[in-house]
């Protein structure tokens, strides 16, 4: 790498260092404490990580105009190809020998083996990648489309796309997408036995209990079975929700207010009459210590707006409204009926 | 729990709190900024759902830097460019969203930074671009970035520096 720190001041260069080490994922206090001993050296120092930490910033707010115009990094071992793509244009197979040429001085730098790399270039593989969220955790991501992905606690999808298509299969998940307009590749969501469609649109996906309930703030998206058949497909539009189960013949579709399925992203919970079981579910999933509900509660209902702050407090606004009891069992909460 | 029976990282919070504060007093070169700042700071973790906290304090201090550079940015949202980024990027979604049309010279001045900003990142070999893009763009950790490529997490480092380094040379004012 001698040739890209030569023209950038040393502050610079270790102000690179601290944002990178700080932003591994597994930063440890001592590092921060580091960081401030170094930016009290000289003035120089906070100068530096000023400049590099509002590169770092910008580069988020860009984030999804940046990633659908990002050059394949596909990695050389992941695929040879005999032929090229018919799909693919010409103009796109000039921006690949433009990139290649662009990346050519590199290659010795990286220790990649040139034909090897030249060859992954005439193909975009679809390589599945994994998103997962734990107990309490929220995800937000930018696919490598520009399609915003926000993920609910104790979710997940795997996403792959090709030249063809952008697929991502839903498991046990909550999601809400933000879908980057591509009229060449559709936008298509396995969940449970259905098939969701998309061009260019924003909606909630809840994929919980062999259930789905898909709920559409913007633009259109189509529904039909994984397994085909002669039926249309069910169209939704701004506003609609569609809900069903696994198996079911026919899906229900509804008006409702569509911003109330997006709650989840401000730690809210809107309800109409769910039953105390059913809730149970998104609080196990949204807070760490589990939640027993007696077979006598599960069927309890509550309606309105939990603000999902603090896991006892939230217990202790349900205790409020519904005849129930919370007894703390070593590390679990058990709500039960009082009735 | 009682309401005076505080949360680990709320724990955290008040045992750190003048350590926080005398980092974000250099951060922002302001005692009094410093002392918004780590305000703040509170509000979200009294109001935040608990979730597994591995190390608390740095989780602390990454709040607080998180917190910092999100006013950061709504600074510059107000500016012309800033504006004019979004307006470019909107409109390369659904179609519908165009409401505040930027004018002409910040939208051409904002896709242009884009413009060099996605010429810069193509630059970079593949497998750089590739580690930048899972790491930054895709939020995974230096860690995970480095299980997705079958490489090490050093060298994951390597890649992610040498973007920044490549990117801030041809981009920082």
Redesign the interface.
């Known amino acids: ?1 001698t040739t ?2 030569e ?2 001041s040393s502050a ?2 270790q102000a ?2 601290w ?11 001592s ?2 404490r580091d960081l ?1 001993t170094w ?2 050296e000289h003035p120089s120092h ?1 100068d530096a990580y000023e ?7 910008e ?17 050389p071992q992941a695929q040879i190809l005999p032929f090229a793509r018919p799909e693919r244009t010409a103009a796109k197979a000039g921006a690949k020998r433009r ?1 290649a040429r ?2 050519a001085p ?2 010795g ?2 220790g ?1 083996a040139g034909a090897a ?1 030249v060859a ?1 270039l005439v193909l975009a593989p679809a390589v599945p ?1 994994a ?1 997962a969220t ?4 929220t ?6 489309d ?1 399609t915003k992905v926000d993920l609910n606690a104790g979710s997940r999808i795997t996403v792959s796309f090709d030249g063809h298509a952008r697929r991502v299969q839903v498991d046990d998940a909550e999601a809400s997408f ?4 591509d009229a060449a590749r559709p936008f298509l969501i396995a969940v449970g036995d259905q098939q969701i469609r998309v061009v ?3 909606f909630n996906v809840r994929r919980r209990d062999a259930g789905l309930t898909l709920t559409v703030s ?2 259109v998206v189509e529904v039909r079975p994984l397994a085909g058949g002669e039926a249309p497909p069910v169209r939704l539009t701004a506003g609609d929700q569609l809900a069903r189960r696994d198996g079911d013949a026919a899906s229900t579709v509804s008006h409702v207010a569509a911003a109330e399925a997006f709650a989840w992203r401000e ?1 809210r919970l809107i309800c109409h009459a769910c039953t105390l079981g059913t809730l149970a579910g998104d609080l196990n999933r ?3 210590t589990p939640i027993d509900v007696e077979a006598n509660a599960r069927p309890l209902t509550f309606s309105g707006v939990l603000v ?5 407090a939230v217990v202790g606004r349900l205790a409020a409204f519904l005849p129930i009891k919370a007894d703390r069992t070593g590390t679990r909460i058990v709500l039960s009926s009082t009735r | 729990m009682d309401a005076d029976d505080p949360s680990p990282l709320l724990a955290h919070y008040l045992a750190k709190r003048e350590d926080l504060k005398r980092y974000f007093t250099l951060r922002l070169r302001s005692p009094e900024a410093a002392e918004d700042l780590v305000q703040d700071m509170y509000l979200k973790i009294s109001g935040a759902p608990p979730g597994e906290i591995d190390n608390p304090s740095a989780f602390l201090f990454r709040l607080g830097s998180n917190l910092m550079l999100d006013r950061l940015k709504s600074q510059r949202r107000s500016t012309a460019r800033e504006t004019g980024w979004r307006a470019v990027t909107v409109s390369t979604l659904a179609g519908h969203d165009v409401a505040d049309e930027p004018a002409a010279d910040a939208a051409a001045a904002a896709r242009q930074r884009l413009g060099q900003m996605i010429e810069a990142l193509n630059d970079l070999p593949p497998a750089t671009r590739r580690a930048f893009r899972l790491h930054k763009l895709e939020g995974l950790s230096h860690a995970q970035t480095a299980e997705a490529m079958g490489v090490s997490r050093s060298s994951i480092e390597k890649h992610i520096s040498a973007a920044l380094k490549h990117l801030f040379k041809r981009l920082a004012d």
């Open positions: 790498m890209i720190g023209d950038m610079e260069g690179i260092g944002i990178v080490r700080l932003h591994a994922g597994d930063a440890a206090e590092d921060w401030e930016l009290a906070l400049r590099v930490e509002s590169l770092w910033a580069l988020d707010t860009m984030a999804a105009g940046i990633a659908p115009r990002l050059a394949d990094d596909s990695l990139a662009a990346w590199w290659a730098v990286a990649l790399a992954a990648t998103y734990g107990r309490g955790e995800r937000h991501v930018v696919l490598k520009g933000d879908v980057a307009h260019g649109t924003q913007r633009g730690h949204a807070f760490v999902l702050d603090n896991e006892d």
